[in-house]
């Protein structure tokens, strides 16, 4: 395998699609050395039929907003590869969502499952519905529409699919409804992330957050390093930041900043509980307003316009918000700050740029779809609990998340340890998740 070739053809074919162009580039690079040890891989064009996914469903969705106007978005579901399993990844409602942000997800998607040792494919999918200052009915109304073209092409054996951002537990509990509407079938598998009393997995919606500070854990424990009493730097505030901020105050760290799209809260004392909580009322406000923190802990939250979480003092960031949301700079001012690690929470959180300065630097980086992988595994737990009719308690969960991360951050140590004993996390997570998957691939035949 040549990675210059193949990126070439793909830039040719696809020369507006950078998310995705910038997420197979990574996982080439990683893997050129192994894949080309293995020639039955070349002869069965593994990388080259990898590359491409299994079908894009695109489609109209047409609904009513609250002033009785009609409303058009576009809708998109991405089965990218089935080799190990059924397609699974979430669900996106963001203004910004195009083929080529769900092309990534869903290519990152595949490698991530096939970390978690659960036999899940990959795939992804949403709108570019923007949920900012929509209503709770007018949510509803899109769920219900967005679904009634999306309903044939999911099942609880086929793709299921979960939140992800702009898709909480709100939103996937309108999916299933009209889901299970549309479709007569009462089983609850066909989607994840659902509520409590109705097939939902007690952690699931903490999952991603808690999963990434116990991979986060075992990384700084790999380092000789403890997280107690270390800061944190969180980006966003919605599930994964709200989960990511629980369970590293529950460590014994101290979370000192969040952000959101309008700037940043440094909260200098440490977040407590009751911030925790408001949270969950802020994203659930649709606002998407971090400054909401500051009005409603005056003196205990300072905000500042137009600033990163990035700004602020720290030994440990965490992206939880967004591709390419922590750019070079960005690294630069952490590092000249005082930051030893980077965990991306987010998908791909890091531009290249940052990742090759962290590591250029001796600043300890995992990458996103090792360390939140956690909650796609919760969700295959959740699948499980859903085929065998039953609930498991919070230990459980808990023990079997706890499991599946450790499991994750062996496999990255096994592949991407080097010669002088350093691990390199991006190359451990891009080649245990692809030779999985390529293996996988080749026993099953060309199809």
């Known amino acids: 395998m040549k990675t210059q070739e193949i990126m070439a053809r793909l830039q040719a074919k696809y020369p507006l699609e950078k998310e995705y162009l910038q997420a197979v580039q990574e996982v080439l690079e990683s893997i050129e050395d192994v894949y080309n040890q293995h020639p039955e891989f070349e ?11 299994d079908r894009i469903f695109t489609f109209r969705v047409t609904w009513i907003d609250d002033k009785g106007e009609v409303q058009t978005n576009l809708g998109y579901r991405i089965q990218f590869n089935s080799a190990i399993g059924p397609y699974k990844g979430g669900l996106r409602f963001h203004k910004a969502v195009t083929p080529s942000m769900l092309k990534f997800l869903g ?14 494919g990959g795939a992804k999918g949403g709108s570019d ?23 044939n092409c999911i099942g609880p054996d086929q793709d299921i699919p979960a939140g992800d951002v702009g898709v909480g537990g709100r939103e996937i509990g309108y999916l299933y409804g009209m889901y299970k509407k549309l479709a007569r079938q009462y089983n609850t598998g066909v989607l994840t992330g659902k509520g409590g009393t109705w097939g939902g997995s007690i952690l699931r919606p903490e999952a991603t957050g808690f999963g990434a500070l116990y991979f986060t854990q075992h990384l700084l424990q790999k380092a000789g390093k ?46 407590t509980k009751e911030m925790i909580d408001y949270m969950l009322e802020m994203r659930a406000s649709n606002r998407n307003k971090v400054e909401d923190m500051a009005t409603k802990f005056p003196g205990k939250a300072l905000f500042t316009a137009g600033k990163k979480a990035w700004s602020i003092p720290v030994d ?22 005082g930051c030893w690690c980077c965990c991306e929470v987010s998908n791909m959180g890091c531009q290249p740029g940052a990742i090759h300065f962290f590591q ?8 996103g779809k090792a360390v939140n992988a956690g909650g796609v595994a919760t969700s295959g737990l959740e699948m499980t609990q859903n085929a065998e009719h039953i609930s498991w308690d919070a230990k459980e969960v808990d023990d079997k998340l706890h499991f599946i991360m450790k499991s994750i951050h062996e496999q990255c140590v096994k592949f991407g340890t080097q010669p002088d004993g350093h691990v390199d996390y991006v190359k451990g997570a891009n080649i245990a998740g692809f030779m999985k998957v390529a293996q996988a691939m080749l026993e099953q035949g060309t199809i």
């Not at 290519?107 to 899940?120: R, S």
């Not at 966003?236 to 900043?257: R, S």
């Open 226 to 271: 403890d997280i107690k009493g270390k800061k944190v730097a969180l980006s966003g505030f919605g599930n994964v930041a709200w989960g990511a901020a629980t369970k590293a105050t529950e460590l014994g760290a101290k979370v000192v900043a969040i952000s959101g799209p309008d700037g940043v809260c440094h909260i200098p004392e440490g977040i």
């Open 43 to 53: 002869k069965a064009k593994i990388v080259e039929r990898m590359v491409e996914p």
């Open 360 to 367: 250029n630097n001796g600043i300890l980086f995992a990458p």
């Open 316 to 337: 440990i960031a965490l992206p939880c918000a967004f591709q390419n949301e922590l750019s070079e700079d960005d690294a630069k001012e952490l590092k000249a700050n």
């Open 129 to 151: 519905f923007d949920p900012v200052g929509k209503s709770n009915d007018e949510i509803m109304r899109f769920c219900q529409a967005f679904m009634l073209e999306l309903w």
């Open 107 to 120: 290519f990152e998607q595949t490698f991530k499952n096939a970390l978690t040792t659960l036999p899940m």
